[in-house]
């Protein structure tokens, strides 16, 4: 789209392992989900629903804390847990229990046929496709977001050595 033809991914001559990742094309059947995760670098993620309906649940970047996310060892991006099981197991619990995920800043939007979605770097976020769906979708990067996004992968370079996808950076 449009909106999003400023990435520098995009504009960049040298290839770079980003070339060929975007856009990427999403096809889901009605029930299956993406689980709550955080994209890569804080790269922003724009999609566009060619056909379907999806529900996104989207945090504040700021109150990713309250999720209560771990980065496992040798790993530089968080795991989240399964935040459908942990809702279901509140519910067993008294009323006077509030975990800090509740506290949280969400936001909840059914994207329909025709309708685009920004997703700011860094906001964890989780996709339910209430329909089976058909998406186009890809990070991209700008001076919003470019002075995170190489720290990022300085750090992810730093832990592949000097061979692996990104060295160099």
């Not at 309906?53 to 968080?78: M, N, Q, Y």
């Not at 935040?83 to 995920?101: I, K, M, V």
């Not at 979605?117 to 919003?144: K, M, R, Y």
Request: charged residues 20%; aromatic residues 8%.
């Amino acid at each position: 789209p449009r909106y999003f033809s400023h990435c520098y991914l995009q504009q960049t001559m040298r290839k770079h392992c980003f070339s060929r990742s975007w856009p990427t094309l999403f096809v889901g059947a009605k029930g299956s989900q993406a689980r709550l995760h955080v994209d890569q670098w804080h790269g922003h993620f724009w999609m566009h629903m060619i056909s379907g309906r999806k529900r996104w649940t989207i945090f504040h970047p700021e109150d990713a804390h309250l999720l209560r996310p771990s980065v496992p060892a040798g790993r530089h991006h968080p795991v989240f847990p399964d935040l459908a099981e942990e809702e279901e197991a509140d519910q067993g619990e008294g009323a006077g229990s509030q975990p800090s995920r509740r506290r949280a800043r969400r936001l909840e939007v059914d994207l329909e046929e025709g309708e685009t979605l920004f997703v700011p770097g860094g906001s964890p976020h989780l996709v339910v496709n209430l329909t089976d769906s058909v998406a186009v979708a890809g990070n991209f990067l700008d001076e919003s977001n470019f002075d995170s996004a190489l720290q990022d992968l300085r750090a992810m370079a730093a832990g592949e050595g000097p061979v692996g996808s990104i060295a160099g950076v």
